[in-house]
């Protein structure tokens, strides 16, 4: 299961709305990259496939395909906000080590 703190659940709600995404799920993935071998992906998406793992967490529907749930599985995103800039946090109990971004894992 993958799920959003009520900070990060505000702050998709309201993107969605400035966006004029209302309906809209969040699409969680992980992709190859970054500097720890893979890196973090959200959107927003209306369409989900068969082969998705379907969530709800705070009213926002998430979707993650069959390949990212392996990675994500217990995986708690975070909003913050800091000296450095803000952004969502991803605390992920199945990654093996992160880089200083926070954006890129590996497992």
């Known amino acids: ?10 702050k998709v709600k309201e993107i969605r709305e400035a966006e004029g995404l209302e309906g809209q799920g969040l699409r969680v993935r992980v992709i190859g990259g970054g500097c720890s071998g893979f890196t973090y992906d959200l ?11 379907t ?17 994500l599985d217990g995986t ?14 991803f605390l992920n109990p199945t990654a093996k080590s992160t ?3 926070g954006s890129s894992f590996s497992a």
């Open 99 to 101: 880089c200083g971004c």
């Open 76 to 89: 708690l995103i975070d909003y913050v906000e800091g000296l450095h800039g803000a952004g969502f946090k």
């Open 43 to 53: 959107f927003f998406e209306d369409e989900t496939t068969e082969l998705d793992s």
């Open 55 to 71: 969530f709800e967490s705070d009213g926002i529907p998430l979707y993650v395909d069959m390949m990212s749930i392996q990675y």
């Open 1 to 10: 299961m993958i799920s959003l703190t009520p900070k990060a659940a505000d």
